[in-house]
């Protein structure tokens, strides 16, 4: 995983202003891309709600075991979340605006995966 994949991303698919690379298990960002530079503040939210929505081995989200992948929505943002296939508390997150291509998101994500792989 490097920044040119985050980039890459980023710059593909406009509705996406943030997309990290992180530790959920620190709260730790390792990469971050995105319009402008995403605030330390707004990281740590992100890796947040990767974690509680993915869960972390040995702490699962509520009601369900940890998942490999999440998209989780608000009033302002859709954020998905993908779990790293050979580390479990690491995660890419991407936050974006409503209307970004879910598939084709999810599709330029796999690929950035398997090449990492």
Request: aromatic residues 6%.
């Amino acid at each position: 995983m490097n920044a040119r994949d985050l980039d890459a991303i980023v710059e593909t698919f406009a509705e996406c202003d943030i997309a990290a690379y992180a530790d959920m298990s620190t709260a730790v960002t390792f990469l971050s891309a995105g319009q402008g530079e995403p605030g330390r503040e707004v990281l740590d939210q992100i890796c947040a709600l990767a974690a509680s929505n993915l869960g972390l081995p040995g702490k699962p989200p509520v009601g369900v075991a940890p998942s490999a992948m999440a998209i989780v929505s608000d009033a302002k943002y859709v954020h998905v979340f993908k779990r790293m296939p050979d580390e479990p508390s690491e995660a890419l997150s991407f936050r974006c605006l409503p209307g970004v291509d879910l598939s084709e998101l999810l599709k330029s994500v796999d690929a950035v995966l398997d090449a990492a792989s």
